[in-house]
């Protein structure tokens, strides 16, 4: 099948001409990998690997979209396996991890089906398209999907959709891929993450910088508004980024003191 031909197709509606395409990209990645690039100037090459990046990041989308539908279909059910996750591990031999953050973005990026008929849209409309577009990357998807979801239930809906287009648009112009690990923190404990003290509130991600300030702010903005923070503190939420980081102990664990309820 001619590159031509894939670009301008119409919706693929069965798997013969779905696994045709597959095959015809990965027929030219594999012409692709094997392609001289030293013949190719450094702006060439630069100019390449963004290419590819993109590449990439197209092909994650679509194993979210078709994790989407086998998690709709229950197919899981089907199969012997106890969940969408699982069934993933076990056909495609990936990590827990893997699996289940591929099922998370397909539920907060994808519609979903309703029991009497319809749909809901997705969870994180801005989030899902920048997957279709390939502007984010895997790590970058995690991130977004983590932090939104740790949000508190409470978060004014605007603040929350100003958090979603913040960390959309930022994770669009990160460069890093920085894994992502989930720390568990309650109302009122400080954690510090690279020489920061924030107030958060919830389990959130410890990711990148720009994830933690945006729950940070908004944590910091509903805080105020529930008068959690009392009105002679010194250090007001707005403020909560330039404490100090807490002293350390012999560990390496940082102490994280409570805030005694006004």
Request: proline letters at 7%.
């Amino acid at each position: 099948m001619l590159w031509s031909s894939v670009l301008f197709m119409e919706p693929i509606s069965d798997v013969e001409h779905a696994t045709a395409v597959a095959g015809s990209v990965s027929a030219g990645l594999d012409a692709l990998r094997g392609s001289a690039f030293w013949k190719i100037d450094d702006d060439g090459l630069l100019t390449l690997a963004g290419t590819l990046e993109r590449v990439g990041r197209l092909v994650y989308a679509a194993q979210i979209h078709l994790t989407g539908e086998l998690d709709t279909r229950r197919v899981c059910e089907r199969h012997a396996a106890a969940s969408t996750a699982g069934l993933l591990r076990q056909r495609l031999y990936i990590s827990p991890g893997d699996a289940a953050a591929r099922v998370r973005a397909a539920r907060a990026v994808l519609p979903r089906d309703q029991p009497t008929g319809g749909e809901t849209p997705p969870v994180l409309p801005e989030l899902r398209a920048a997957v279709d577009a390939g502007t984010v990357g895997v790590e970058q998807i995690r991130t977004g999907v983590s932090t939104m979801r740790g949000l508190q239930a409470g978060v004014d809906p605007e603040l929350r959709e100003m958090v979603q287009a913040s960390l959309v648009s930022t994770s669009r112009r990160s460069a890093d891929g920085a894994g992502v690990g989930r720390v568990n923190i309650s109302p009122g404990i400080r954690t510090t993450r690279h020489g920061r003290a924030s107030s958060l509130a919830g389990a959130i991600p410890r990711a990148h910088p720009w994830a933690i300030g945006a729950v940070g702010s908004v944590h910091a903005v509903c805080a105020s508004r529930a008068g959690r923070w009392s009105g002679d503190d010194p250090d007001p939420p707005e403020d909560a980024s330039r404490r100090p980081a807490p002293p350390m102990t012999g560990s390496g664990a940082r102490v994280t003191p409570r805030r005694e309820a006004p």
